[in-house]
């Protein structure tokens, strides 16, 4: 078989040469375990369609497998918005039921971030009922930069105040410029009449409310100095009685400008209800299931963000690697976790575990039977397409790939084997869906 064609597994192959990578990973909600699970690669951007199939084929035979799936994070994607509501979703109800089970939606929250940024460079917005700009940020920001003692804002640049199309995809330049720093500084310019605009102030607020919300939203420990950055749990009920009134605050957000083509819904603004709605719909069932607490930073694509930056390192920082480049790195990054992101990725590292590395003190052990019956249920459900490939039954030690057919197949007592040739065509990650679990 030749590799490099448009592949959705077991909806077929086309003609079209492969361009973008979906990719489908597996993380824990509860323990820093992470594993890639499927790719499918298409010649444009997938049709909502066929990805709203994929979706529910991926949940089903991860539920079938074991998997306890909870939530399912996505960017703000056409497709992957227009995907979520062909299954019924909304910001109302953002969740839908598969194979019985109650399975949330959430967009990924420093994505929603960096949305609402590029918005607030074009457009002023109203907040609280008063107006609030991206100039008093400017404004501040250049005063700092001109100040011939001290500065406060060290790591914001021209990057942040005018970024070009490239930096404004950046989610790590967007939230920089919501922080309690950027907040602080117009304070101290208001109070010393170094800014006298009549938004300066509500513009202040607002920073500082974003800047509350994301660590409410990105929170690591069930205790921090910072009292936003606390886990969801009973111990402190400030913290859901804070996002319920984020909420509020957020339904009535709006554009002063009148905008054409959102017409009167803001993307970024729905998106953010949607995810508050859904995380706290989470909190409380977990809470019934007798879970104390919710990490929400275990609810954002970090990890598959990590998991691209770690691609394209590897081969000498290949931006776009064919369709055989990819699925050995794809396969290789299921079976260990070697490589790490640098520190100037998009995204914060997320120190997960592959579930399977067999030089992880924490992988997971699983007895032949229960590998081999893995392999097997993968392999059958994706018409031979999307399979777990270089499976070492006796080590433990498995991955997974996609984008086979007709492939050979070698079996023995202690070793498992799908193979295929061929290369051709660049590939790039498009779209990425990580579903969260409980347990396995």
């Not at 513009?203 to 500082?208: G, K, L, N």
């Not at 691609?311 to 480049?325: E, K, L, Y």
């Not at 777990?388 to 996609?402: A, C, E, H, R």
Request: charged share 20%; proline share 2%; aromatic share 12%.
């Amino acid at each position: 078989m030749v590799e490099g064609f448009e592949d959705l597994g077991h909806r077929g192959r086309t003609n079209k040469l492969a361009t973008q990578a979906m990719v489908f990973m597996v993380r824990g909600l509860y323990n820093n375990w992470k594993l890639p699970l499927a790719y499918f690669l298409s010649g444009s951007s997938m049709s909502s369609l066929i990805l709203k199939d994929l979706i529910t084929d991926v949940i089903e035979k991860c539920t079938e497998l074991g998997f306890n799936i909870v939530v399912l994070v996505c960017d703000q994607g056409s497709n992957n918005y227009s995907a979520l509501k062909h299954l019924g979703c909304c910001k109302e109800k953002p969740f839908v039921e598969i194979k019985g089970k109650t399975i949330f939606t959430i967009f990924d929250v420093p994505h929603i971030f960096k949305n609402l940024r590029n918005n607030f460079l074009k457009y002023n917005f109203k907040f609280n009922g008063q107006e609030v700009s991206f100039s008093d940020i400017k404004l501040a920001y250049n005063i700092d930069k001109s100040s011939c003692t001290s500065r406060a804002l060290l790591k914001l640049t021209d990057n942040h105040m005018k970024p070009n199309p490239f930096q404004k995809m950046n989610c790590k330049l967007a939230l920089q410029v919501c922080s309690n720093s950027v907040a602080a500084v117009l304070k101290t310019c208001i109070a010393t009449g170094q800014i006298k605009s009549k938004t300066a102030t509500a513009t202040a607020d607002f920073v500082r409310e974003l800047n509350n919300l994301f660590d409410c939203l990105n929170s690591k420990t069930l205790y921090s100095c910072n009292i936003y950055s606390c886990a969801l749990n009973e111990e402190k009920p400030y913290l859901l009685n804070y996002l319920i009134k984020t909420k509020e605050w957020w339904t009535q957000l709006e554009l002063i400008q009148p905008i054409k083509v959102y017409g009167k819904v803001v993307p970024c603004f729905d998106a953010m209800i949607w995810s508050i709605n859904a995380i706290i719909m989470i909190y409380t069932q977990q809470q019934k299931l007798g879970f104390k607490y919710l990490l929400t930073s275990r609810l954002n694509q970090d990890v598959i963000e990590n998991t691209f930056s770690v691609f394209r390192q590897r081969g000498g920082f290949n931006r776009n690697p064919t369709a055989r480049t990819f699925r050995t790195l794809f396969r290789f990054q299921a079976k260990h976790n070697i490589m790490k992101a640098t520190n100037s990725s998009d995204c914060e590292n997320d120190f997960d575990y592959n579930l399977f590395d067999p030089n992880s003190q924490n992988a997971l052990s699983t007895s032949y039977t229960d590998t081999e019956t893995l392999v097997e249920t993968f392999s059958d459900s994706f018409g031979r397409r999307s399979k777990l490939i270089d499976v070492n039954i006796m080590d433990n030690n498995y991955d997974i790939g996609t984008g086979w057919s007709n492939p050979t197949v070698e079996s023995n007592m202690d070793f498992f084997r799908f193979s295929a040739s061929g290369d051709c065509g660049g590939v790039d990650e498009e779209k990425v869906i990580i579903l969260c679990c409980v347990e396995f």
